[in-house]
């Protein structure tokens, strides 16, 4: 079986309130095709500066709708330790969603370099913010 790229996505939310308006976009990407959700992990960080984890099991109700079948909800795979080193983005108060997704779309490329005998060397992941520096930064041509 082929695997597409694996990355890792801290979504930022102000305040401590999931309300799952990311759910809609999530699931029309992966009932495309266009990418697995290997697991979601989300993280408050309080007033007080402590940060605690929840897992998508855990939800229940409407918070729980908004992201149930997504993910394959590999338990451990991002874990409360993750969440701490990656809580200095949230200011207090602030909450966010861990998301290990794998870009499913690209396995068809990874079959074709192993049938030509090939061998990928670098994917890189460019930020959006460069992109957009780099577009500002081309002159205009008449």
């Known amino acids: 079986m082929s695997y597409g790229p694996v990355d890792?996505?801290?979504?930022?939310?102000p305040g401590n309130v999931f309300n799952g308006g990311i759910g809609p976009a999530l699931r029309e990407?992966?009932?495309q095709g266009t990418i697995r959700i290997i697991d979601i992990l989300l993280m408050r960080k309080d007033n007080a500066g402590n940060v605690t984890t929840t897992e998508i099991s855990e939800l229940e109700?409407?918070?729980f709708a908004?992201?149930?079948p997504l993910s394959d909800d590999v338990p451990g795979l991002l874990s409360t330790?993750?969440?701490?080193?990656l809580a200095g983005a949230l200011e207090r108060?602030?909450?966010a969603a861990l998301m290990l997704f794998e870009n499913t779309w690209a396995t068809r490329f990874v079959d074709a370099l192993r049938r030509a005998n090939s061998e990928l060397v670098l994917y890189e992941h460019i930020p959006r913010?460069?992109?957009e520096q780099l577009?500002?930064?081309e002159p205009e041509t008449p």
Do not use: H
């Open 8 to 13: 890792l996505v801290v979504v930022k939310f």
């Open 29 to 31: 990407l992966t009932d």
């Open 61 to 63: 109700g409407d918070e």
């Open 66 to 68: 908004a992201f149930d």
């Open 81 to 85: 330790e993750d969440a701490v080193q």
């Open 93 to 95: 108060n602030e909450s």
């Open 129 to 131: 913010v460069v992109m």
């Open 135 to 137: 577009y500002a930064a």
